[in-house]
């Protein structure tokens, strides 16, 4: 599904490499799990792969399905099926969440070539979906994430992603924020996503989310580069020891 | 600029068109004196230093293109009229407690109750600062709506056509609103190819105005306007102004609170697209505070591109004594290139000392992360775009009170954002 090789980026602005030769596979049906200390790159490199300004790659490929997503406009990525749930959802006042939800989900039906959804079947689909995230109506009214707390934006982004059905779901650090019961809120609603012609690459500091979000693939990064790749024992391994022993072992 | 002898003769000549021996006669022999004295503004005056006032100087206008045709703003119940190039359609049957007249069928006859307005609440606007064109508006202005309410909630609406190319127009509306009354009044379209319109208001004490005004979607506007209003104890003045384009557009609010416990609130939006034609879209308040525990506000929002310029120019002036003065103003801008400019002149005056007033000015531009956020969902750049200047606009449009009225509104707004179709 989703096939980094060699990927370089630096800072447009700065100069300054950040990935440094990332190889990354990632299956269709499959979750991989991308751990690493603070700064290692993780964030950029989920902003690389949607097409966030800013960043220049020197070096590699990125492909979705075989196209290039490098080449692409962000929003043509996400008509592809690639969807990444922000690590600080934005706030945008005066813009209904319900008016950006379908006008999202209808710019990827029109550019797909389908039929637009009418107000009437776009309302039962976000309700249906909303009710198994336990996010309540008056929240799809609220302009979108302005007064959400920290559980409640999360499981918007997780809405957002239910609406939109990508195929390839990036989560950066879903988890950063929330209690454990928010965080299991957002998990279950990961899990009911599961489907074997959809990919996850849940990024995160901890442990603790992958006790929830169960990956077939852990891959530890530093540096801008995956040191390590296993299965889950490896989270378990990050929790026991730190990223220490595992920074000194790729050394 | 007009040289002091050209403008003596021209407002000679314009007096001598102007009816004679009626109810306005004293106010327009008292406002050539005015704008004889003060002459007519230069780009060194103050308030003048932003926008260039050689179009509104010219002797004669420039011919305009015809505007662009829209629908009217409206409202269920409304009152309609017309002034094509200045001329007026019309008068509607009023109901009781309303009465509207018009200057040009009344302006011969020596007593009016319009007479203790007419030229009045202009004449008192024009200190500290000059005000010419509204004294120009006043010496000239042969026609006009004159509107009373004494009870019930009419709802006046007024729908401006330029007449013809070349038209320069000179209305002069005189409105009163009584105690426990409240007016409605819509405004829309272009008045000319170079449009003046006065506008005095009274409210008495407990009165009620709204006041909402579209300026058409035309790029070939030159126009100028004033709202001179005084504002009783606990009367409410509430205005708001959408306009698009327009080569020279200068809208002017001169509000005066007189009496305790007032509301004053004036709000505008503005977007500016220069590609076709320049734009220039000045906003001029100016809001006197001059009793115990009342409220002001100015929110303006301008969305400018293709080398756009928006000017603001604010001011709450507390005078002594004004104590419990709460008074708000904001002015943002957003640009959505480098060739586009804001302008902003805020000020404060306060010889009081408990109040309450804070104003701010911004200017920025489309916010890169909320872009990339709604593209990363599949929103196209332009579109995305579009949502974050309604998102900009939202609290100025949330300024206007009426529902409907607002949504008429926000679909011009979604018209030149290129949304339509989407709703
Ligand atoms: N826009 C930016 N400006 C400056 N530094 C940046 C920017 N984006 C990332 N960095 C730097 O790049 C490195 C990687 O950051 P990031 O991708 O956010 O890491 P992670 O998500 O793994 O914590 C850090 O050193 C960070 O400071
Ligand atoms: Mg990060």
């Given at each position: 599904m989703l096939k980094i090789q060699n990927l370089h980026v630096k800072l447009e602005a700065e100069d300054k490499p950040i990935l440094k030769g990332l190889d990354l596979t990632v299956e269709t049906g499959k979750v991989h799990a991308i751990m690493g200390p603070n700064g290692s790159g993780k964030s950029t490199l989920s902003y690389v792969l949607s097409g966030r300004d800013g960043y220049e790659v020197t070096q590699g490929s990125a492909e979705l399905d075989g196209v290039d997503l490098l080449s692409q406009e962000p929003e043509e990525r996400a008509t592809e099926g690639l969807f990444l749930a922000f690590q600080y959802p934005v706030e945008i006042p005066g813009v209904g969440n319900m008016t950006f939800l379908r006008t999202a989900l209808n710019a990827q039906r029109k550019a797909r070539g389908e039929a637009e959804l009418s107000a009437g079947d776009f309302l039962k689909l976000v309700r249906e979906k909303a009710r198994a995230l336990k996010i309540d109506a008056e929240m799809l009214k609220?302009?979108?994430?302005?007064?959400?707390?920290g559980g409640e934006k999360k499981r918007n982004e997780i809405l957002q992603m239910a609406v939109l059905e990508p195929k390839m779901c990036i989560l950066d650090e879903t988890d950063s924020g929330l209690d454990v019961d928010a965080m299991k809120l957002v998990a279950d609603g990961v899990n009911a996503l599961r489907a074997p012609d959809r990919a996850f690459l849940v990024i995160t500091h901890y442990q603790r989310l992958l006790d929830h979000i169960r990956p077939d693939v852990v891959h530890i990064m530093a540096d801008g580069r995956i040191i390590k790749t296993g299965g889950p024992e490896l989270a378990l391994e990050v929790e026991q020891n730190g990223y220490a022993d595992l920074l000194a072992e790729a050394k | 600029m007009a040289t002091e002898a050209k403008l003596r003769d021209d407002l000679d000549t314009r007096l001598r068109d102007a009816p004679r021996g009626g109810f306005t006669q004293a106010a327009r022999v008292a406002a050539r004196a005015r704008l004889l004295a003060m002459g007519l503004p230069g780009r060194r005056d103050e308030y003048w230093r932003f926008t260039d006032p050689a179009e509104l100087n010219a002797a004669l206008p420039v011919a305009a293109e015809d505007p662009v045709a829209e629908a009217p703003l409206s409202a269920d119940g409304a009152l309609a009229l017309r002034f094509d190039g200045g001329r007026a359609g019309p008068v509607p049957a009023a109901p009781a407690g309303c009465d509207i007249g018009l200057l040009g069928a009344a302006d011969a006859s020596d007593i009016h109750w319009a007479g203790s307005i007419y030229g009045t609440l202009e004449a008192s606007g024009q200190m500290p600062v000059k005000r010419p064109f509204a004294a120009l508006n006043t010496v000239t202005a042969t026609e006009g709506l004159l509107l009373r309410v004494t009870s019930g909630k009419p709802v006046v609406q007024v729908e401006y056509g330029v007449?013809?190319?070349d038209s320069d127009t000179y209305l002069h509306h005189c409105i009163r609103v009584a105690e426990g009354a409240e007016l409605t009044l819509i405004e829309a379209g272009r008045a000319g190819a170079r449009s003046n319109i006065v506008i005095e208001v009274d409210l008495a004490p407990g009165a009620r105005f709204h006041h909402i005004r579209a300026q058409g979607r035309d790029a070939d506007r030159r126009t100028i306007t004033h709202i001179f209003a005084r504002i009783s104890a606990g009367a409410s003045f509430k205005s708001f102004t959408y306009g698009e384009n327009g080569r020279l557009t200068r809208n002017e609010a001169i509000l005066d609170i007189v009496g305790d416990h007032a509301v004053a609130h004036v709000a505008g939006v503005a977007l500016g697209n220069g590609a076709v034609q320049p734009v220039l879209q000045d906003d001029t308040v100016f809001i006197t505070h001059g009793a115990v525990g009342c409220e002001s506000r100015q929110v303006y929002k301008k969305v400018l591109r293709n080398g756009a310029t928006g000017v603001f120019q604010g001011k709450i002036l507390v005078k002594p004594g004004a104590q419990k003065t709460d008074g708000y103003q904001i002015s943002q801008s957003l640009l959505l290139d480098e060739d586009s400019q804001f302008l902003a002149k805020p000020e404060l005056e306060i010889y009081a000392d408990d109040v309450k007033c804070s104003h701010g000015s911004t200017t920025g531009a489309i916010d890169e992360t909320a872009l990339f956020y709604l593209r990363s969902r599949g929103v196209g750049k332009d579109r995305a775009t579009a949502l974050l200047v309604l998102s900009f606009l939202a609290d100025a449009i949330a300024e206007i009170e009426d529902p409907a009225l607002a949504d008429q509104i926000v679909a011009r707004l979604e018209d030149w954002l290129g949304l339509g179709e989407a709703e």
């Open positions: 609220r302009p979108v994430n302005v007064g959400f707390s | 007449g013809s190319r």
